[in-house]
């Protein structure tokens, strides 16, 4: 395929391929682990992205007039963490002159996320309540189903569809057909009573039965889980105001400890990373699902972070409320950061903003307000620059650098929040492991469990079998056996 169409692909396209097993690996799942599908795919999708200049879409050059109508965007999330993609059909009108910039619009936005959030699959929202049959645009919702059947592997989870009104039944038998059976699958025709089944009521917006407050505005770009106003700290509660003394003690003491400790984990951590890179050379089986989450670190060009994705909460059971970030300036200048969160009301932060000097360490010790609990839907959004060095790094030189800083001189990361079910203490702890490596929960344990109980059952009938068959191998043979005899006998009879 490279050799006869290589002028076809763009050739980040083809360096990404060969660098990224996780995208190779979402082509081989969408297309059941079938080599020659999966190059056709790979061979399509390509020479889709060359045609849409995919990596090149921007803000800048896309008509401003789309992003501010509002017909696409990502807020939220569904009941099981995946991040949803609205389609506000209502705002969408048919114009063959507007298709082009349309369609690359929704190329902008499944690229922004995909290169944001690494692939993690999106659930598609169709909001068609106030729409009509002007609204029936077949050739841009096959634009929409193409891409996450050809272009966009593994990337659809559902189809969430509000109050399709009668009159589009027919458009979206069409539909249908186009989309395939395992997709077709994945729709969910909802009305008010019953979206909640899928999204819950804090991602919904008022008409559909939700308490989402969250009103669309362009600029700025809505593009990652922070549009909503958000505490640098969370919220001053009374329960803050009179919290024990030997609570701040205790967060003291751990503080201290974390950073007497620091050096010797960042060894640690450096080690442990030699000797996983020198065990991937080694092994080829198929790595652990959670191979992942253990001991890394998201290596920016101003701050390596860790841990490098997700935040490990305990439940309400377990009450294991505090998490470690751990902050690295890799650069030769002062760099400032600022931590944010889209739930404030539960989390602090500290510190929240502040600056960390070349070549040190930093700790953020991120907590739960009492009451509360971790959920997956709750991220935090690390956002960190290089100041000057004749630049102060007090609270006031903090403050009006943020309001100066040009946005694209700004390195942001995200972490997801993952919550530990395990009734047992849990190695995730501040207390017991800066870095955040994951243990087994009791649904981890339960899934293994089941699945060897399987096995055993497999098993188990196998032998049946074999033991029928045996059984079934000597009566046979004692038949054939009493038949031989009778014959023999019946011939010496007849000789007499």
Known sequence: YFLDKSDKYDSRDVERLQQDDKWVENYLIWRHDVVDDTLKMIDESFQWRKEYTVNDLSESVLPKWLFEIGALFLHGYDKEGYKLFWFKVKHHTRDPKQQLDKKKLVAFWLEHYAKRDHGKPLTVVFDMAETGISHIDLDFVRFIVNCFTDYYPNFLTKIVIFEMPWIMNAAFKI?????????????KFTNKSDVQEYISGEYLPPHMGGTDSFKYSYPPLVDDDFQTPLCENGPITSEDEHESKEEMDADTRESGELNEAQNLNQKKMNSVEQISKTEETDKTEVKPKNAKKALTTFKGPLLHISPAEELYFGSKETGEKKCLIVLTNV????????????????YRVKPSNSSCEPGTSLDIIVSLHGGFAASLQDRFLIMAAEMDQSSGAGVPELTQFWKEVPRTKVMEHRLRCHVIESSKPSSLTLKDNAFNIPAKTNEDLHIQLTHLLQINKRLEEQMNRCLWFQQLSVVLSLLSVTVA????????????
Do not use: D, H, I
């Open 175 to 187: 539909v249908k057909g186009w989309l395939g059976p395992e997709a077709v699958s994945m729709l």
């Open 331 to 346: 650069t030769k200048n002062v760099v400032a950061f600022k931590v944010r969160t889209t739930a404030p009301e539960k």
């Open 485 to 496: 005899a009778f014959c023999f006998y019946l011939a010496n009879a007849q000789r007499s």
